[in-house]
Nanobody, 121 residues
Framework: VQLQASGGGLVQAGGSLTLSCAAS????????MGWHRQVPGQEREWLAC????????YYSDSVRGRFTISRDKAMNTVYLQMNSLKPEDTAIYYC???????????????WGQGTQVTVSS
């Protein structure tokens, strides 16, 4: 499975940004896709995941209510809509895929390359 993340950039605090993650390859093995982020020197943090088959979504407490994960099943693409961004949301954001919707970064075997999100105060 290959994952291509895009959509990162620089945004002011309070603003919004939408990340995309396009999956290709052996996608029939995938039923869970998740978004994570990592600040240099810190552990990778799981943020959200979506079950491909039924669209169920799960969020970490740190982003619930501000971030929304969604999918375009036909396009094999998952999105992360990020609203009310804060400077502490600054990180490299990664998408990941696996057979399940793991609620931890360590559960995923397939990773995209990451996209930088910077929130200025």
């Amino acid at each position: 499975v290959q994952l291509q993340a895009s959509g990162g950039g620089l945004v002011q605090a309070g603003g919004s940004l939408t990340l995309s993650c396009a999956a290709s390859g052996s996608i029939s093995t995938i039923n869970g896709m998740g978004w994570h982020r990592q600040v240099p020197g810190q552990e990778r943090e799981w943020l959200a995941c979506i079950i491909s088959s039924d669209g169920s979504t799960y969020y970490s407490d740190s982003v619930r209510g501000r971030f929304t994960i969604s999918r375009d099943k036909a396009m094999n693409t998952v999105y992360l809509q990020m609203n009310s961004l804060k400077p502490e949301d600054t990180a490299i954001y990664y998408c990941a895929a696996d057979s399940m919707c793991w609620r931890t970064a360590t559960g995923y075997d397939n990773w995209g390359q990451g996209t930088q999100v910077t929130v200025s105060s």
